[in-house]
């Protein structure tokens, strides 16, 4: 599985972005998809998560301004990103989880970069 992300920039705080991640290869296999961020400094953390089925699960830092969803396709995810604060800024980074025969195995993007500038 290959992971494509697009859609970071620059952005003034309230402002809005959409990221988008396109996966390839063998995408029959992928169940969660996801975004995590990591900003200088600090650990990875987790932005947002939809499963196959449609659930979503969001960090408390985001709820209420961020929107995951998957295209009809199932092999595409995009965060919608409103009110944006300086905080948000960071590498985001797009995240797919696939069935392997021994189980599950996390696949990553290359990352975006999202900046809020106050």
């Known amino acids: 599985v290959q992971l494509q992300a697009s859609g970071g920039g620059l952005v003034q705080a309230g402002g809005s972005l959409r990221l988008s991640c396109a996966a390839s290869g063998s995408t029959f296999s992928i169940n969660a998809m996801g975004w995590y961020r990591q900003a200088p400094r600090k650990q990875r953390e987790l932005v947002a998560t939809?499963?196959?089925?449609?659930?979503?699960n969001y960090a408390d830092s985001v709820k209420g301004r961020f929107t995951i969803s998957r295209g009809s396709a199932k092999n595409t995810v995009y965060l919608q990103m409103n009110s944006l604060k300086p905080e948000d800024t960071a590498l985001y980074y797009c995240?797919?989880?696939?069935?392997?025969?021994?189980?599950?195995?996390?696949?990553w993007g290359q990352g975006t970069q999202v900046t809020v500038s106050s």
């Open positions: 939809i499963s196959s089925g449609g659930r979503t």
């Open positions: 995240n797919a989880v696939a069935v392997v025969v021994i189980g599950e195995r996390p696949y």
